[in-house]
């Protein structure tokens, strides 16, 4: 190899430790954590309602559930629809514990975090739809938990927000083990919740909920209740995608 290769190579593996990092999906050399074809892969939830980002055809409309009863919560970031590789990915980690796939997902939440909060204040505590102590027990992890970890050590690398720090333990905790909730219709689902949670823990006054998946909402909506009955006085939810209609 003559001193030209030589001083190329070693160039390109200097640029690529420095500048280029791995895929989290396919491995292959990226500038960003997800490479430019992976990330095609994922359906933004570009049209949706203004309040509930429930998905829509058309921008900026209040969806007809919000105009009969606008959701509790202020603000909702669901920057993902829950279908193609969102919805393989959030799958595999429920019930196969991939936990290496959190990180695509939690990477592209904290991203669309970080532009959502560039002009408004972030919350001063993160909390988070926990599961059941026994689907805990059978899984083996509660994958929100997991989840919200992950995402909070991306912010802390990206922001210099000092609010950003999971509490421990959860204030919310699920007290009543309802049938998963993939397994029930929508009619079921909405009537399921019901005080199913509780808060155990004095809370901040401007918090987040982080959720993987929002579906019907009305976990969220029971959540954000108690949350605004136990001392917060603002809560925005953060979910990394929402449910289309046909998933219903
Ligand atoms: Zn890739
Ligand atoms: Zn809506």
Redesign the pocket.
């Known amino acids: 190899m003559d001193w030209k290769t030589l001083s190329t190579k070693i160039l390109n593996s200097v640029y690529n430790r420095l500048f280029l990092t791995q ?1 989290y ?2 491995d ?1 050399k ?1 500038k960003h954590p ?2 430019q ?2 990330r095609k892969g994922f359906t933004k939830n570009t049209f949706s309602c203004y309040h509930c980002k429930h998905p829509t055809d058309t921008q900026n409309i209040l969806c007809g559930q919000c105009q009969i009863s606008l959701p509790a919560y202020q603000n909702c970031i669901a920057p993902y629809r829950f279908e193609g590789i969102v919805k393989i990915l959030i799958h595999s980690i429920k019930f196969n514990q991939s936990s290496h796939h959190i990180r695509p997902l939690t990477y592209l939440l904290g991203e669309e975090l970080i532009k959502e909060y560039s002009s408004k204040p972030w919350p001063e505590q993160i909390l988070y739809v926990p599961s059941h102590p026994s689907r805990i027990k059978e899984r083996g992890f509660c994958q929100t938990q997991i989840m919200t970890k992950q995402l909070i050590k991306y912010l802390q690398t990206y922001t210099t927000e000092k609010h950003i720090k999971i509490t421990h333990p959860n204030p919310i905790k699920k007290i009543k083990d309802t049938q998963a909730q993939h397994l029930l219709n929508k009619k079921e689902r909405l009537k399921n919740p019901k005080n199913n949670y509780l808060v155990d823990q004095s809370i901040a006054k401007h918090v987040a909920l982080f959720d993987d998946v929002m579906t019907t909402g009305s976990t969220i909506e029971n959540c954000t209740k108690l949350l605004l009955n136990s001392g917060a006085e603002q809560v925005d939810i953060w979910v990394i995608a929402r449910t289309p209609d046909k998933e219903h």
């Open positions: 895929c999906l396919c292959t990226s997800l490479c074809h992976c």
